[in-house]
């Protein structure tokens, strides 16, 4: 019943008005109110454990949302009991609610944009990741990657409805343009599983996706678009939703995080972030049939771009720089893109999304705090690692690390990515402090676990971190990783 009103409505939002301020985006042209006063931003800022509220209309950080302690501060006391790990974002259509998702204490949180009041805290099965609200804006689907359910959940009274089954790790749910349909990705199984929302039942699945691992995907506003996202391997699978069947693999370049759309002069535009490339690539695709044409990128302002989301008059599209804790603002009315304008946000963000018309009435500012707004960027360098004698067959591609510090709990969290290193062979950070004469100090010794898809022996370490107090001890710039060689 619900959902076919809400289809009524959108069939009708191209010629009337009234409905076209609640047209989200990625919208339609025409369907989306243009750019206002009310419309908010939100990032899911991980380190901070907050979520950072901007007003794009003069690009202003209004604060942020705090319901738990920044990483390491009081989380490992047995008392702590606050969520941990701000990350998924998702939103209502009538903009008045969204919805945060915490990896670690396995929670969702839906919170009112009018005030930025917590409305209801639910507790669901391992990982919480993304979750969107199905058409009636109350009832959210939330992607859990740590078990084999969906957790459905009643946004407004809090609670689980039902736990249905998703095999491999749901990742994160989207919904078709009417809503009668829920879209699900996950990380351990290839496939993208089709539910009837009103039944809640698996109807299909989409195989032949370019790797198991799916953390991120978007629909189109036409609802015909399904682009999936493999981080692991680099790549997009991309869909037709008219005919349920993978198009074509873009190989978009590693660490690809999200992707989104937008409708530019009558041009379909497909916009993917590749982390490890500090830029987002931009694509077309005007037949949902043919694989996606690269038209160019969009070089980020800074470092590791994640979640990005456009606004409802598709004339701006917002990019999150994860390891510079900034928000880029992308102008999509001429051609290249340029980006215009970047904001400082909370620490580590993940996923960001739009609200059109979040907050009709005031300004939105109640309940906002500062927590994760540091004023201090934070600081990024990518070194060579010193791997000495190699013995695998990937000599001939470079080891290398992002290395990434910014402040956390009164001392600083390093964070290091190491790629293409030997698998399970153990690296050794160190760096010159500065107040010894010079004298190298080992900071962090760190395994590369993670196998490189397609690289036999070769190995990654996505998520090495320690916290020690880095600032005024050491110089970011003297850093550098070597290979134990006792290993
Ligand atoms: C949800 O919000 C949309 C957009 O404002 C609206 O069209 C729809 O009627 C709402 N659904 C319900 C059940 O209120
Ligand atoms: C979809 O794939 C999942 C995981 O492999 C499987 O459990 C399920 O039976 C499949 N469903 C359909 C309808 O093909
Ligand atoms: C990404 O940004 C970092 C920090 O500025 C820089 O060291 C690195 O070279 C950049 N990577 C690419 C591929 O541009
Ligand atoms: C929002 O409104 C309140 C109360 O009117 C005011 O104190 C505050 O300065 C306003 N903030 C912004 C950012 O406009
Ligand atoms: C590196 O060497 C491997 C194994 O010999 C080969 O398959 C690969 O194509 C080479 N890569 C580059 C970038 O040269
Ligand atoms: C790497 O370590 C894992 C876990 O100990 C083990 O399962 C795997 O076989 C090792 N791989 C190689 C190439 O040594
Ligand atoms: C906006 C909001 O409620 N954000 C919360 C999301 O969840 C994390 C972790 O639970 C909280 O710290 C955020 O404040």
């Not at 209502?92 to 945060?100: A, E, H, L, P």
């Amino acid at each position: 019943m619900l959902p076919r009103l809400s289809w009524l409505c959108l069939s009708l939002l191209v010629s009337v008005p009234l409905c076209a301020s609640q047209a989200q985006p990625p919208a339609l042209p025409g369907t989306g109110a243009p750019a206002s006063k009310s419309d908010r931003i939100y990032c899911g800022d991980q380190t901070s454990n907050t979520v950072t509220v901007i007003r794009p209309w003069d690009n202003k950080v209004l604060g942020t949302i705090a319901l738990g302690q920044p990483r390491l501060s009081s989380l490992l006391n047995p008392q702590y009991v606050d969520r941990v790990n701000s990350h998924g974002l998702g939103f209502s259509r009538d903009g008045k609610y969204i919805v945060n998702l915490s990896t670690t204490s396995n929670t969702v949180t839906v919170i009112r944009t009018l005030d930025n009041s917590i409305v209801s805290t639910t507790s669901v099965g391992r990982n919480a990741h993304e979750a969107f609200f199905s058409a009636d804006n109350r009832t959210v689907w939330a992607g859990t990657r740590g078990v084999e359910t969906l957790a459905i959940v009643d946004g407004l009274k809090g609670g689980v409805i039902e736990n249905i089954p998703a095999p491999g790790g749901p990742s994160k749910v989207v919904f078709s343009p009417n809503s009668d349909l829920a879209y699900v990705n996950h990380i351990r199984a290839a496939y993208i599983g089709i539910y009837d929302v009103a039944s809640r039942k698996l109807l299909r699945n989409i195989t032949g996706l370019a790797d198991t691992f799916s953390s991120d995907m978007m629909i189109d506003a036409t609802g015909q678009r399904l682009w999936v996202a493999h981080k692991m391997t680099g790549q997009v699978s991309v869909l037709s939703l008219v005919t349920n069947k993978v198009v074509g693999i873009l190989n978009t370049g590693p660490e690809t995080n999200h992707p989104n759309h937008a409708i530019i002069n009558g041009i379909h535009y497909g916009f993917v972030t590749v982390a490890a490339e500090n830029t987002t690539k931009v694509y077309t695709q005007n037949d949902p049939e043919k694989i996606p044409t690269l038209v160019g990128e969009i070089r980020s302002s800074g470092v590791e771009p994640h979640g990005l989301w456009p606004n409802a008059d598709n004339k701006r599209m917002y990019i999150l720089n994860e390891h510079s804790d900034t928000v880029d603002v992308a102008d999509l009315t001429s051609w290249p893109f340029k980006i215009i304008d970047t904001m400082n946000v909370g620490q580590e963000g993940q996923a960001l999304v739009y609200v059109s018309n979040a907050v009709p009435s005031g300004n939105g500012t109640q309940n906002l705090g500062t927590q994760g707004l540091t004023g201090k960027p934070a600081m990024n360098a990518l070194i060579n690692v010193d791997e000495g004698p190699r013995e695998t067959s990937w000599e001939n591609v470079s080891s290398t690390a992002l290395i990434t510090v910014r402040p956390a709990a009164g001392l600083e969290m390093f964070q290091i990515i190491g790629r293409n290193m030997e698998l399970n062979a153990t690296y050794v950070a160190s760096a010159s402090c500065l107040h010894c004469h010079g004298a190298r100090i080992p900071l962090v010794e760190f395994v590369a676990s993670t196998p490189v898809p397609g690289m036999m022996g070769c190995g990654g370490a996505p998520q090495t971190l320690a916290f020690f107090k880095f600032d005024g001890v050491y110089d970011i710039k003297s850093v550098q990783i070597h290979r134990k060689q006792d290993d």
